[in-house]
């Protein structure tokens, strides 16, 4: 039987960022600690500018730091090139937008879309358990059919299926209920929740207090410090 994975799902050290255009130098990110454990639902809050972004482009491994450790799964990331970076990150991290509909593939139906998102993943997963992930988001009666035929929030549910399937240590997202009515945003907010519990680690940058009250940690950042 393979043990189930231990330490965060994500990690980073000191980690400092700074970007410079022709013109000036900002840093985004001093000196930042943090810790996204897995089962968890971590929230990152802080004023527009105070460099929330930037710290889920790290623990995506969409970017690198200038300084300090990325941790990912269990895996250093910190020190890899752009193809390393997307080789971890097909693996072991999800990215879930704001807009429900940047998240999924118009041509595929919901089926379709989370057994792609798991062969993307190098995942086995088999029809049964792709019908159960769809009817636990409550989606079993929308397998069949296209974004175009879901609202905001089943399209948003059904990102959500496509970031976990698979098992990959890490989904982030940004602002995940933005677009959605409350409704909407309780059941997506549930659903994470819920396959938090599973062992993935969740990681989400909002301002919404519905986010904020099923987030089971925080790291707030101010000017880029953890305040
Ligand atoms: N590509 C970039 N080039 C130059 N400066 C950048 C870049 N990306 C972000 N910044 C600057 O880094 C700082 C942190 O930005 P970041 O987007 O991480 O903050 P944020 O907390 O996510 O903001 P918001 O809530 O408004 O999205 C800001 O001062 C921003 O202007």
Not at 54 to 79: F, I, N, Q, Y
Not at 203 to 211: A, C, E, G, L, T
């Amino acid at each position: 039987m393979a043990l189930a994975p231990t330490g965060p799902a994500a990690a980073c050290d000191r980690v400092v960022k700074t970007y410079r255009t022709a013109t000036e130098s900002v840093t985004a990110l001093a000196d930042v600690s943090v810790q996204v454990p897995r089962g968890r639902v971590t929230c990152v809050v802080g004023p527009s500018g105070s460099g929330k972004s930037s710290l889920l482009r790290l623990l995506a491994c969409v970017d690198s730091p200038d300084s300090g450790s990325v941790t990912v799964g269990g895996e250093r990331v910190d020190h890899l090139g752009a193809r390393g970076r997307r080789r971890l990150r097909r693996r072991q991290v999800s990215y879930l937008f704001q807009r429900p509909g940047d998240n999924l593939l118009p041509y595929l139906t919901a089926v379709e879309q989370v057994r792609l998102a798991a062969d993307l993943r190098g995942a086995r997963v088999d029809d049964d358990q792709v019908q159960q992930l769809l009817a636990r988001l409550g989606l079993a009666h929308r397998a069949d059919h296209h974004p175009v035929q879901l609202s905001g929030g089943e399209q948003q549910r059904l990102a959500v299926a496509c970031g976990v399937v698979g098992g990959p240590a890490l989904v982030v997202a940004d602002e995940p209920t933005a677009e959605l009515d409350t409704a909407a945003a309780v059941r997506v907010l549930g659903a994470m929740e819920s396959l938090a519990a599973d062992g993935v680690g969740f990681v989400v940058s909002s301002h919404d207090p519905r986010v904020m009250a099923i987030a089971d940690g925080f790291v707030r950042l101010d000017q880029g410090r953890l305040v």
